[in-house]
């Protein structure tokens, strides 16, 4: 048993087969992302982690890799629109859970980045589930609505994986979580207002270390970089009333804004589309989970997405952590058994959540320029049963052995079964 921890250990702390290297891949149905369609018997060349060329005709330079994709599907790297990976390790044990904090003052400025566990087992997990970059959210914090700043963690198993920190300001609206705020929705919406209104007239400027060093400080910075449109304002909430009223807040202060969970959206999908706000859901849920979500129907991602939202996806309860890359591979397939075209559930799982968090320059696209993070499909990624074939992350190609694999191997021999792996 401790032999087998080892392999383990030594396993998962790899984050990469083999170094960088320059690489073409060919013969390749290419998903590009982009408005065209798929690029039969493309090619796509990678130098130094980045996307050089990618076409029908692209001529390798001499001494580069040259892998012959068979006619498989390439696309870009997947990524989770809101998520807890890195923070959740088992749900039920308190010692492995660090999603959020009930003291301390911090608010709007809790980092949930420092948080996050870049060697969890549960991260090569959903990499070979062909997850490459993951939105990270936190929970709670001592200072509702606000529940912290959410962070980017790329999943290349590096010992600093976080690829950005302190991207958003998020806050929790409804149900439960106004028993926080007094015990109404309306002191939610009220409370966020007037943090909003006090960041806006705080000079930048404070006379005096104390108020420099104070959290109250620390978070009207990080609202006034919201207010700034330099990161958005995510609020997650599900009631339709609720994104109304956070459709409007962003058009008062003129805010970038994303919303997670969302569950009624649909029903104000034409507001939502003029204020060019994005929106993470789940389209697996059908059923109200409360009487937040009476209106949650299984096309909401396609009726979204027909009046010209941007949806990315995720998933909520263990499958936020615990299956954060094929829990969002069967939420995309669910949205195409009720309507989403496949095309738009593939953007929904790579260009719209990144440029939703803010990477949409650099992540997202299978175009030059772009960070080399690409996945080889042996079918169709929106089938559960389909695996990654090759996975690279800024050029490298990662190790897809999970811990799942290694323990199903050790048992199989040990009862003189054959092992699939």
Same mark, same amino acid.
């Given at each position: 048993?401790?032999?087998?921890?080892?392999?383990?250990?030594?396993?998962? /702390?790899?984050?990469?087969?083999? @170094? #960088?290297?320059?690489?073409?891949?060919?013969?390749?149905?290419? $998903? !590009? =992302?982009?408005?065209?369609?798929?690029?039969?018997?493309?090619?796509?060349?990678?130098?130094?982690?980045?996307?050089?060329?990618?076409?029908?005709?692209?001529i390798p330079p001499e001494g580069v890799t040259s892998l012959d994709a068979g006619g498989a599907l390439?696309?870009?790297?997947?990524?989770?629109?809101?998520?807890?990976?890195?923070?959740v390790e088992m749900g039920s044990s308190g010692a492995a859970t660090d999603t959020g904090m009930d003291k301390g003052h911090l608010g709007a400025a809790f980092d949930i980045?420092?948080?996050?566990?870049?060697?969890?087992?549960?991260?090569?997990?959903?990499? /070979?589930?062909?997850?490459?970059? @993951? #939105?990270?959210?936190?929970?709670?914090?001592?200072?509702?609505? $606000? !529940? =912290?700043?959410?962070?980017?963690?790329?999943?290349?198993?590096?010992?600093?994986?976080?690829?950005?920190?302190?991207?958003a300001v998020s806050v929790t609206i409804g149900g439960a979580s106004a028993e926080e705020s007094g015990g109404s929705r309306a002191a939610q919406w009220m409370?966020?207002?007037?943090?909003?209104?006090?960041?806006?007239?705080?000079?930048?400027?404070?006379?005096?270390?104390?108020?420099q060093e104070s959290c109250a400080a620390y978070g009207h910075q990080a609202l006034r970089q919201v207010l700034a449109r330099e990161i958005p304002l995510v609020i997650?909430?599900?009631?339709?009333?609720?994104?109304?009223?956070?459709?409007?807040?962003a058009g008062d202060y003129e805010l970038r804004l994303i919303l997670v969970g969302a569950d009624e959206a649909w029903r104000a999908a034409t507001e939502i589309a003029?204020?060019?706000?994005?929106?993470?859901?789940?389209?697996?849920?059908?059923?109200?989970?409360?009487?937040?979500?009476?209106?949650?129907?299984?096309?909401?991602?396609?009726?979204?997405?027909?009046?010209?939202v941007s949806v990315a996806f995720m998933r909520s309860g263990i499958h936020a952590s615990y299956n954060a890359g094929l829990g969002i591979r069967e939420a995309a397939g669910t949205a195409v058994a009720y309507g989403m075209p496949w095309d738009?559930?593939?953007?929904?799982?790579?260009?719209?959540?990144?440029?939703?968090?803010g990477v949409g320059d650099t992540h997202g696209l299978i175009a030059p320029g772009y960070s080399a993070d690409l996945v080889l499909w042996e079918g169709d990624p929106l089938e559960p049963s389909s695996r990654a074939k090759h996975v690279w992350i800024a050029g490298d190609e990662m190790e897809l052995t999970t811990r799942q694999d290694l323990l199903t191997e050790r048992y199989a021999e040990q009862n003189g079964l054959q092992s699939n792996q």
């Amino acid at each position: 048993m401790k032999l087998l921890l080892v392999i383990v250990s030594a396993c998962l /702390a790899c984050s990469s087969a083999a @170094a #960088a290297q320059d690489l073409m891949i060919r013969n390749a149905r290419i $998903f !590009t =992302g982009e408005d065209r369609a798929v690029i039969e018997n493309g090619a796509v060349l990678v130098r130094d982690g980045i996307i050089k060329q990618v076409g029908a005709e692209v001529i390798p330079p001499e001494g580069v890799t040259s892998l012959d994709a068979g006619g498989a599907l390439l696309t870009y790297g997947f990524m989770n629109g809101a998520t807890q990976l890195g923070l959740v390790e088992m749900g039920s044990s308190g010692a492995a859970t660090d999603t959020g904090m009930d003291k301390g003052h911090l608010g709007a400025a809790f980092d949930i980045s420092y948080a996050i566990n870049p060697n969890s087992t549960l991260i090569p997990l959903a990499r /070979a589930d062909g997850l490459t970059m @993951a #939105a990270i959210v936190p929970g709670q914090s001592d200072q509702p609505p $606000f !529940t =912290g700043m959410p962070a980017l963690l790329q999943l290349d198993g590096s010992g600093d994986s976080t690829a950005r920190r302190k991207v958003a300001v998020s806050v929790t609206i409804g149900g439960a979580s106004a028993e926080e705020s007094g015990g109404s929705r309306a002191a939610q919406w009220m409370q966020l207002r007037r943090a909003l209104n006090e960041a806006a007239e705080e000079k930048e400027e404070r006379p005096g270390r104390e108020a420099q060093e104070s959290c109250a400080a620390y978070g009207h910075q990080a609202l006034r970089q919201v207010l700034a449109r330099e990161i958005p304002l995510v609020i997650a909430t599900r009631r339709e009333s609720d994104i109304r009223n956070a459709v409007r807040l962003a058009g008062d202060y003129e805010l970038r804004l994303i919303l997670v969970g969302a569950d009624e959206a649909w029903r104000a999908a034409t507001e939502i589309a003029g204020r060019d706000v994005g929106v993470v859901l789940n389209p697996l849920i059908n059923l109200p989970e409360s009487f937040d979500s009476i209106g949650a129907r299984n096309q909401a991602v396609h009726l979204l997405a027909k009046a010209g939202v941007s949806v990315a996806f995720m998933r909520s309860g263990i499958h936020a952590s615990y299956n954060a890359g094929l829990g969002i591979r069967e939420a995309a397939g669910t949205a195409v058994a009720y309507g989403m075209p496949w095309d738009e559930a593939l953007r929904a799982l790579t260009v719209y959540p990144a440029r939703m968090w803010g990477v949409g320059d650099t992540h997202g696209l299978i175009a030059p320029g772009y960070s080399a993070d690409l996945v080889l499909w042996e079918g169709d990624p929106l089938e559960p049963s389909s695996r990654a074939k090759h996975v690279w992350i800024a050029g490298d190609e990662m190790e897809l052995t999970t811990r799942q694999d290694l323990l199903t191997e050790r048992y199989a021999e040990q009862n003189g079964l054959q092992s699939n792996q």
